[in-house]
């Protein structure tokens, strides 16, 4: 055994004795952590001139996940309204990061892909904050980390149809029938 794996923790190890009770309880609070500390994270960045914010970088690393997106598309991924999307696209494709083209099936629909240079940035910043993450994941094995996103999926899973629920039925079955994805 490798000694990264022989240091890695059992989960109840590596989760700390403080913390027992209902598991459920404690994935709540732990995700419910984890999104203060992003949000307070996105809060206190500084604007720098030339420097792009987290949230640009969000619309970077979406595009860097699918060829071309919609504003639309884009705006649901990245967890931002279509009108902030569409503001934060014109300072990168003025800055030579995404490019927009017209859908060739719906003219009405611009998409946005990504550039050489936007993909080296994006790759640059994905070097950049690889290592903190596999540091910070680094006392967990291999299964519990697959478990772990399969229990972020499942909650990404509930909020969509919490979202669903919100919108109403008749919007979702007309979304559906117009092929429009919200998520």
Do not use: I
């Not at 399969?150 to 008749?170: N, T």
């Amino acid at each position: 055994m490798s000694s990264a794996a022989e240091n890695r923790l059992p989960l109840r190890d590596a989760v700390g004795q403080s913390q027992q009770g209902d598991p459920a309880e404690q994935v709540a609070r732990s995700f419910k952590g984890a999104m203060a500390a992003l949000r307070r994270m996105r809060g206190r960045e500084t604007r720098r001139p030339g420097e792009l914010t987290d949230a640009q970088y969000g619309l970077l690393f979406c595009l860097r996940e699918q060829a071309q997106m919609s504003v639309r598309e884009l705006a649901c991924a990245a967890d931002l309204s279509p009108a902030s999307v569409t503001e934060m696209l014109e300072g990168l494709e003025a800055a030579g990061l995404v490019e927009r083209t017209r859908s060739d099936r719906d003219r009405r629909v611009v998409l946005t892909s990504l550039t050489g240079g936007g993909r080296a940035l994006v790759e640059s910043r994905r070097a950049q904050w690889d290592p903190r993450l596999r540091g910070a994941l680094e006392p967990f094995r291999e299964e519990q980390l697959l478990a772990a996103a399969a229990v972020l999926d499942r909650l990404r899973d509930m909020f969509e149809e919490v979202a669903d629920e919100r919108r109403g039925p008749v919007l979702v079955e007309v979304e559906a029938e117009a092929g429009v994805a919200d998520h």
